[in-house]
Nanobody, 127 residues
Framework: QVQLQESGGGSVQAGGSLRLSCATSDNVIGDYCVGWFRQAPGLELERVASVSTGSGYTVYADSVKGRFTTSQDKSKNTLYLDMSNLKPEDSAMYYC????????????????????WGQGTQVTVSS
């Protein structure tokens, strides 16, 4: 069974940094694609990063490129999303999710291809 749990959210001022963690069951890193998503009230779900956990290769949304960085620690079954130079528009509930692909690259997965989701962690950035 695949499980994911986010942590590390909080409130920061604009320009600040936060590190989100995604703790997973031990069959995720290396076998699954992991996406970092966010959703603000009234807005659509946005994928901010797509991680190929076998290689660590990550594709970022333009809205966060250069400010967000992913990493992973297989020994801890944990992925990280380091967020810097945060902006008020980064305020949202952040989720990590896992899905599989056997042919396409991880960045080609759509929302419905991620079958396993964490509960989310709230990030609030004040101006």
């Amino acid at each position: 069974q695949v499980q994911l749990q986010e942590s590390g959210g909080g409130s920061v001022q604009a320009g600040g940094s936060l590190r989100l963690s995604c703790a997973t069951s031990d069959n995720v890193i290396g076998d699954y694609c992991v996406g970092w998503f966010r959703q603000a009230p009234g807005l659509e779900l946005e994928r901010v990063a797509s991680v190929s956990t076998g290689s660590g290769y990550t594709v970022y949304a333009d809205s966060v490129k250069g400010r967000f960085t992913t990493s992973q620690d297989k020994s801890k079954n944990t992925l990280y999303l380091d967020m810097s130079n945060l902006k008020p528009e980064d305020s949202a509930m952040y989720y990590c999710a896992a899905g599989r692909t056997y042919v396409r690259g991880c960045s080609s997965l759509g929302r419905s291809d991620y079958h396993y989701w964490g509960q989310g962690t709230q990030v609030t950035v004040s101006s």
